[in-house]
């Protein structure tokens, strides 16, 4: 999946068919339905999954919660600005995904 395919996917009403739940669920939180997004990502059961749920987390701004995903997904807590963060997940998801 190339990024900025997936990124220009936002102005449309559904993500890309080939996405993974974990892109998915960054998708919807893009387009601002956390809900959504966070169900995705509690679907998606592996460390992609839980990456994009500490994320979440981070978003909601539950901290002690998204370090307890960060750890399950085998990541350092982010500092990172949200918009930051969502870029370098999705970027690295995307890659993933081919």
Same mark, same amino acid.
């Given at each position: 999946?190339?990024?900025?395919?997936? +990124?220009? @996917?936002?102005?449309?009403? @559904?993500?890309?068919?080939?996405?993974?739940? %974990?892109?998915?669920a960054?998708?919807?939180?893009?387009?601002?339905?956390?809900?959504?997004?966070h +169900?995705?990502?509690?679907?998606?059961?592996? %460390?992609?999954? %839980?990456?994009?749920?500490?994320?979440?987390?981070?978003?909601?701004?539950?901290?002690?919660?998204? %370090?307890?995903?960060?750890?399950?997904?085998?990541?350092?807590? @982010?500092?990172?600005?949200?918009?930051?963060?969502?870029?370098?997940i999705? +970027?690295?998801?995307?890659? +993933?995904?081919g």
């Amino acid at each position: 999946m190339d990024f900025d395919r997936f +990124k220009r @996917s936002l102005d449309q009403a @559904s993500p890309p068919a080939e996405t993974g739940l %974990a892109l998915q669920a960054l998708w919807q939180q893009a387009k601002g339905d956390w809900q959504a997004a966070h +169900k995705l990502a509690q679907d998606q059961d592996d %460390a992609d999954g %839980a990456w994009v749920h500490a994320y979440l987390h981070r978003v909601e701004g539950d901290e002690r919660n998204a %370090a307890g995903w960060y750890r399950r997904a085998d990541k350092p807590y @982010s500092r990172a600005p949200l918009a930051e963060e969502w870029q370098a997940i999705t +970027k690295a998801l995307c890659a +993933k995904a081919g």
